[in-house]
């Protein structure tokens, strides 16, 4: 006998900050210097970024039901350490702040068998109406889910290099 329990009406929870699942660095990914090409650093943010979506109920399902989406409009990715074929890593995720159409977070990529921070990426990312290609109000279910994550990860201490720039320094 399979019984299945339905869980559709228990609310998430909101680890501060949010752990992805273990990654894996794949082989295909490795440039030409013997370690992880920068583009696939995004793929494995990009994944734990995934993994929170469906955690306020913006996923898959809400992208194909609905036609609203998260866009990323802005980022900056710091390399801090390299990672090699096979190493598993996970990435945290740490909101920021968020109002109706836009999402602010942090993003730190970790070995996960050695500990060491690999990376680190901000993200400003927009609210989508699909249709229409323009901006759209976060609905009513996702803001409140967004505001209960807000509330655990304001508790976090603000990453050191949340609203870093690049610029060389002026000489005279």
Known sequence: MNLMIDHSDLKPVFFAPFVSSVMRVE???????????????????????????????????YVALKRHSYYTAETHLRYLRELKA?????????????????????????HAEHGFMAATLEVMALHVDMEAGRTAPTPPPIATRLAEMKAAHSRLPRPEAAGRRIAMPHRA
């Open 27 to 61: 082989t295909e990914w490795i440039d030409y210097n013997g370690h992880l090409n920068m583009a696939y650093y995004n793929v494995l943010f990009d994944r734990a970024a995934d993994e929170v979506l469906a955690l306020i109920g913006a996923g898959l399902d």
């Open 86 to 110: 096979g190493d598993a890593v996970r990435a945290t995720v740490q909101l920021l702040d968020h109002d109706a159409k836009r999402l602010h977070y942090f993003q730190q990529l970790f």
